[in-house]
């Protein structure tokens, strides 16, 4: 059992991400219908298997993606400029290059630079 509200509203709680890692070890032709058979083993040593279903386990990852974007954006919104996103946007299209997002902002910073220091210029202080 979790603490965690959110997961303990999923069909699937906290296995979410280990049963897609399963699913995704499939090859196409060995799923049928909407399950697949996960094989685990527990602290015990005992061996089970459980048979998880395709569109519920969508579902879930669903809600948890949806719960994850939303705290992202919640953060991003809260931290303001204080933390520069790891991607950043320039004209529709997405680098990791913060030279490059200086260089579209107007500010002309060439070759390879320390995060601080582009962040800072970035910001307008150009010492």
Same mark, same amino acid.
């Given at each position: 059992?979790?603490?965690?509200?959110?997961?303990?509203?999923?069909?699937?709680?906290?296995?979410?991400?280990?049963?897609?890692?399963?699913?995704?070890?499939?090859?196409?032709?060995? +799923?049928?219908?909407?399950?697949?058979? /996960?094989?685990?083993?527990?602290?015990?040593?005992?061996?089970?298997?459980?048979?998880?279903?395709?569109?519920?386990?969508?579902?879930?990852a669903?809600?948890?993606?949806?719960?994850?974007?939303?705290?992202?954006?919640?953060?991003?919104?809260?931290?303001?400029?204080?933390?520069?996103p790891?991607?950043?946007?320039?004209?529709?299209?997405?680098?990791?290059? +913060?030279?490059?997002?200086?260089?579209?902002?107007?500010?002309?910073v060439?070759?390879? /630079?320390?995060?601080?220091?582009?962040?800072?210029?970035?910001?307008?202080?150009?010492?």
């Amino acid at each position: 059992m979790t603490n965690n509200k959110l997961t303990d509203e999923l069909h699937y709680g906290d296995n979410v991400l280990w049963f897609l890692s399963e699913l995704a070890s499939f090859e196409p032709d060995d +799923i049928d219908d909407n399950d697949f058979d /996960v094989y685990g083993e527990h602290e015990s040593g005992a061996e089970g298997t459980a048979s998880v279903g395709i569109v519920e386990l969508a579902a879930d990852a669903v809600k948890l993606i949806a719960k994850l974007q939303a705290e992202l954006q919640e953060r991003r919104r809260a931290d303001g400029l204080k933390h520069l996103p790891e991607v950043y946007e320039i004209d529709g299209e997405f680098t990791r290059d +913060i030279c490059a997002l200086a260089n579209a902002r107007g500010r002309k910073v060439q070759g390879y /630079v320390k995060v601080e220091v582009a962040n800072r210029f970035f910001k307008g202080d150009k010492s």
